[in-house]
T-cell receptor
């Protein structure tokens, strides 16, 4: 069983569209994250949830809206996609600070 | 100044030699330090963490921490081609901040 699973793995879409990425973890962890990795491989935190509560909200455009229906799920919805949103988005979970388990990533390409 | 700095490489090391990866950080309040490995096209995976000054060994890997110098390093002994990957240093204070990674290539 995959510990942290994300869907879809690939998204190709036009500018201005809306898209969602779903994430689920079966590790029983309390904390989940969304990270963005750009073309230069820089991994930057976007959001962090602890037991469904938002605890980290970095400087991210409000076109990005996370949602955590329960502590095992963290979804990311992106409105009005822009070219600069093209990246790999990683979901992760942890029980201890810093010890993250990452999903396989969702590669978003905005045309 | 970047919060976590690493030499982007590429760093090429002959098979069997010691690979040395370095990282500096700017926030003196940082409490814990992590090394992640990321193979091309894959997700990062945690390989080492260190909280106290000094060395921590795990198999072929040794993490070294010097809080006074704000410096963390990772040594890989007896380097194998399978060690070829990007190594990400990460520093935790209130959040986990990653460096840009060092690409390591082990030459057979």
């Amino acid at each position: 069983d995959t510990a942290v699973s994300q869907t879809p793995k690939y998204l190709v879409t036009q500018m201005g569209n809306d898209k969602s990425i779903k994430c689920e973890q079966n590790l029983g962890h309390d904390t989940m994250y969304w990270y963005k990795q750009d073309s230069k491989k820089f991994l930057k935190i976007m959001f962090s949830y602890n037991n469904k509560e938002l605890i980290i909200n970095e400087t991210v455009p409000n076109r990005f809206s996370p949602k955590s229906p329960d502590k095992a799920h963290l979804n990311l919805h992106i409105n009005s996609l822009e070219l600069g949103d093209s990246a790999v988005y990683f979901c992760a979970s942890s029980q201890s600070a810093g010890e993250l388990f990452f999903g396989e990533g969702s590669r978003l390409t905005v045309l | 100044q970047k919060e976590v700095e690493q030499n982007s490489g590429p760093l090429s090391v002959p098979e069997g030699a010691i690979a040395s990866l370095n990282c500096t950080y700017s926030d003196r309040g940082s409490q814990s330090f992590f090394w992640y490995r990321q193979y091309s096209g894959k997700s990062p995976e945690l390989i080492m963490f260190i909280y106290s000054n000094g060395d921590k060994e795990d198999g072929r890997f040794t993490a070294q921490l010097n809080k006074a110098s704000q410096y963390v390093s990772l040594l890989i002994r007896d380097s194998q081609p399978s060690d070829s990957a990007t190594y990400l240093c990460a520093v935790n204070n209130e959040k986990l901040t990653f460096g840009t990674g060092t690409r390591l290539t082990i030459i057979p």
